[in-house]
């Protein structure tokens, strides 16, 4: 119960959506062995995108790779402590870039993977350059409801992204949701869609709405865990085609 008043307290502030990222990931609340460092590089390019920044100065997403080297401690069972950093970016507009940092804690239920139905939330606290974001300082609050039906998976990430001034009333509401099949425990396919909808006290019209349908593969082995897709837009404010590689093994 506590972390869901912590949730309440951190997002109490107004939003302005911004559809760039550098993680493209649905969380199935999988976190790294107590004891354990894991390193996970994300890598997303953009050939088709949009040609005007989400806002005055920022990265243009069109033909712009954008990255971030994702650090994990598993402090228990439960607890995951990441750091994302360096976050970056090269771009037509801006070159190559530093966006900022973020720090993140990861609560979910223990051994998620070997349970029927798991959940956890993570909450990620953003230090933001001027090109990446306008506002120095972002939060999210990633809620994880999820169903290991074998060999099916079905996970949601009902998201919702903040600054801190406002009330509850402006939170941003960017959900993710992942339909997977898993061939083995090495590989698996799946369908992603991730979203951004807007602010909760008004949400955008459908054409102003960022919808993207993504097809992913899985591998997973002793030396690295691979996660490779493709991202189609669906409406007019997202991108047209977005690719995503994600490289990750644990450290020791």
């Known amino acids: 119960m506590r972390l869901w008043w912590m949730a309440i307290a951190l997002v109490a502030a107004p939003v302005v959506a911004f559809a760039q990222t550098d993680e493209i990931q649905v969380y199935d609340a999988s976190i790294a062995e107590t004891g354990k460092f894991n390193l996970m590089l994300h890598n997303n390019f953009t050939p088709d995108g949009r040609t005007t920044p989400a806002f005055a100065g920022g990265v243009e997403s069109d033909g712009a790779l954008v990255g971030v080297a994702e650090w994990a401690y598993g402090v228990t069972d439960w607890f995951e402590q990441g750091l994302y950093l360096p976050l970056y970016s090269f771009s037509r507009n801006d070159g190559a870039t530093f966006n900022g940092f973020k720090v993140r804690e990861l609560f979910v239920k223990p051994h998620a993977a070997d349970s029927r139905f798991f959940y956890g939330v993570n909450f990620e606290f953003s230090v933001n350059q001027k090109q990446w974001d306008p506002r120095r300082f972002t939060s999210e609050v990633r809620p994880i409801v999820g169903w290991h039906l ?37 590989w698996a396919a799946a369908v992603e869609e991730y979203a951004d909808y807007g602010p909760l006290r008004q949400i955008y019209s459908a054409h102003e709405q960022s919808h993207q349908v993504w097809a992913v593969m899985d591998h997973a082995s002793k030396v690295l865990n691979i996660e490779a897709g493709v991202g189609l837009g669906l409406t007019s404010a997202s991108d047209k085609v977005t690719l995503k590689l994600m490289l990750s093994r644990d450290l020791n």
Do not use: C, Q
């Not at 600054?163 to 960017?174: R, V």
């Open 150 to 186: 074998h060999p099916v998976d079905i996970i949601v990430n009902p998201i919702v992204d903040t600054s801190y001034t406002g009330g509850l009333k402006n939170l941003d509401f960017a959900p993710a949701v992942r339909a997977a099949y898993n061939f083995s425990k090495a």
